[in-house]
RNA sequence: AGGGGAUUGGUGUAAUGGUAGCACGACUGACUCUGACUCAGUUAGUCUAGGUUCGAAUCCUAGAUCCCCUGCCA
């Protein structure tokens, strides 16, 4: 056996395929797992965790994995919602069954099926028409201690099944009847009491037009979808708890009468999934309902479903987070029972994780601050650039080198100098001396201030003898000079100007709306901030003009000190045409940890 | 209230009657041409009260706390 930790659900399907449950005992292939979403909205980090739970269980066992649209409200669902789902669990790295986005599923495909054996039920007694109105329905609920009620139940199969089809063929008005289970009106469990089956919704469908007026509920089809697609470990989360007696009453009910070589009157028995329920994936500082997503979009807090400050998919995509990080972080909560909260700070370190590895560097600067090197005339003219050579890549040498130019005017991050600096700041202040990344050690001897007095621009004179960056030789009496700081920095005259835009967690307490029941009451003010006039180092903006639709593999950087940046779809927006600006749009994904800021924070 | 679940360091997760372990975080330190990365060390836990047992996170009893359920949504 493995040595890492099963999970509740690595285990049932070890035992299961120990005991030959599904097939032959030792089979692993005969695992089934599904991702069902509803067609009703876009998939955010939460569904990330159930895809790559079903699918990683499929291939680790070398069974199968199926996406399949839970698309029986045609009053909720749309083809735009199909497409975007498609494009996000694919995007996820969940290779679904079928080739090449082929071997989608629908429910939709089986309302057939469905409906003849809702059919059967009547016939065998087990479910009946009823003619009360979803309010009277409700009325009629009962409590825990008085059962419901239906007038209708002991209604005669025949003329139930006469109800029915008159249903299917679209005679009867929305609400005026339903098809229910004849299961426990008395039952504890409220699912239990003659739950609905059908009812009646004259509504056009994404995927099968008009051909129904009735539709059946989630509780009656989910089972027989998994049933019909011989799903084996049917994985959903905590909520179904109470509905999975009744996922299980169904097709038992199907299978009554039913015998295992097909004999007797109702012919052979159907396949039987066994339902698990695991907890949701649950971060803080954001919400993660449908709902709310829905409002933030519709009522402008963000600025679309793919706004890299959203949860969804799409925002986490265009925020610049990789499939890999996210099925990283599925991995790293595990699988339980337990509804815990994942730290939004998990997230990102994931993040920071694989870029580490992946992410080409960069030199870059978000706020500038002009830095001039007054002896740069001494070893040559005034306008000399020279060339220095970076790694693209410290983690990695196959990402090879780069060639960054250098001259006499640059660009340092403002934060980056201090006119009268704490202890322990390692960075420029007057006199001292820094070690600029990749390229000379530049000492501060002074500074020009502008018209309100703030320092607009530092001058440093360098050292020939540390080009590359490299410590200076030992002075005669042995002695080494030391920097304990590195700054990026940017060429002032092949800098790319850009549009950086920045993000913070898009709430400011752990469980928003919580405190006050308005979760926009917790939003934070200062979750969006636009860098412009950001300097960039001009290998960013090589193919911006040849090449506007960047590959994905180069879209991510990071910029060094900053974080992890990657390229917005903004960017290739302007890029589409003729455009003869460089003005790139970038994103920061993540920042990198910066303990220096934690140790001011604390003082 | 009735029904269904859950509870192990700050967070997440193992241990399935036999040494409470791992990861993340935090804190120390080392290293470093990114105050990043990497490395080393430290830190801290079985919801409570009883019981069974040589031995309990695990089994039993009682309690506490939290989540879900009374849509013709999924």
Not at 143 to 172: I, V
Not at 337 to 347: A, C, G, M, P, T
Not at 538 to 548: M, W
Not at 554 to 571: H, P, S, T, W
Request: some cysteine; proline content about 7%; overall charge negative.
């Amino acid at each position: 056996m493995s040595e890492t930790p099963r999970n509740f659900i690595q285990q049932i399907i070890d035992a299961d395929i120990a005991s030959g449950k599904w097939g032959a005992p030792g089979d692993r292939s005969v695992v089934r797992t599904r991702f069902p979403p509803e067609p009703n909205g876009y998939l955010h980090i939460g569904h990330a965790k159930s895809i790559n739970l079903n699918f990683g269980l499929a291939k680790e066992f070398g069974g199968k994995f199926y996406l399949r649209f839970d698309d029986t409200n045609p009053a909720k669902e749309e083809q735009e919602y199909v497409d975007s789902i498609t494009h996000d669990v694919r995007w996820l790295g969940a290779d679904w069954e079928g080739e090449h986005g082929a071997g989608l599923r629908y429910a939709s495909n089986y309302f057939q099926q469905m409906y003849d054996w809702a059919e059967e039920l009547v016939n065998k007694g087990l479910a009946y028409v009823c003619d009360l109105s979803p309010d009277e329905v409700s009325a009629r609920r009962g409590t825990t201690t008085a059962p419901a009620t239906s007038p209708f139940r002991d209604r005669a199969p025949d003329e139930s099944l006469r109800l029915l089809r008159e249903m299917r063929d679209g005679r009867h008005p929305e609400g005026s009847h339903s098809l229910r289970a004849k299961i426990d009106l008395a039952s504890p469990n409220f699912n239990l009491r003659d739950p609905v089956m059908y009812r009646i919704v004259h509504a056009a469908h994404h995927n099968t037009g008009t051909a129904w007026h009735i539709y059946p509920m989630y509780d009656w089809a989910h089972g027989l979808e998994d049933s019909i697609e011989g799903v084996t470990h049917s994985i959903c989360t905590l909520e179904f708890e109470d509905h999975r007696p009744l996922y299980d009453w169904f097709i038992d009910a199907i299978n009554q009468g039913r015998t295992d070589d097909g004999s007797g009157p109702w012919g052979k028995k159907i396949h039987h999934p066994q339902q698990i329920e695991f907890a949701k994936f649950r971060p803080n500082y954001t919400v993660l309902s449908k709902r709310n997503l829905i409002r933030m979009v519709k009522d402008g807090i963000v600025r679309g479903w793919d706004d890299p400050r959203m949860p969804s998919i799409a925002g986490l995509r265009r925020r610049g987070y990789t499939p890999e990080a996210l099925r990283d972080v599925a991995l790293g909560v595990g699988t339980t029972k337990y509804e815990s909260v994942i730290d939004l700070s998990r997230i990102e370190n994931a993040l920071r994780d694989d870029l580490n590895k992946r992410a080409p560097r960069r030199l870059a600067v978000l706020r500038p601050l002009k830095l001039t090197i007054t002896n740069w005339h001494e070893h040559g003219d005034d306008a000399r650039t020279e060339q220095m050579t970076l790694v693209n890549n410290p983690e990695d040498p196959a990402y090879g080198e780069r060639s960054v130019p250098f001259s006499k005017h640059l660009f340092i991050e403002r934060d980056d100098f201090m006119l009268d600096p704490p202890k322990k700041f390692f960075r420029l202040a007057p006199g001292a001396e820094v070690r600029l990344r990749g390229a000379y050690w530049v000492r501060c001897h002074d500074v020009v201030r502008d018209a309100e007095g703030n320092v607009s621009e530092v001058l440093c004179t360098y050292d020939p003898q540390t080009r590359g960056g490299s410590d200076p030789p030992p002075a005669p009496d042995g002695t080494k000079r030391k920097v304990k700081g590195t700054l990026h920095w940017v060429s002032a005259p092949h800098a790319i100007a850009t549009e950086v835009r920045l993000f913070e967690r898009l709430f400011s307490v752990e469980s928003p709306g919580e405190a006050t029941g308005n979760f926009v009451d917790d939003l934070n003010p200062d979750s969006l901030e636009v860098l412009t006039g950001c300097m960039l180092e001009p290998a960013l903006a090589q193919r911006t003009h040849d090449e506007p639709a960047w590959p994905d593999e180069i879209r991510r950087f990071q910029f060094e000190r900053l974080g992890y940046f990657c390229v917005d779809k903004d960017a290739d927006a302007r890029f589409g045409g003729s455009s003869s600006g460089n003005t790139l749009v970038l994103n920061r994904s993540v920042t990198l940890k910066d303990s220096f800021a934690k140790d001011v924070q604390k003082a």
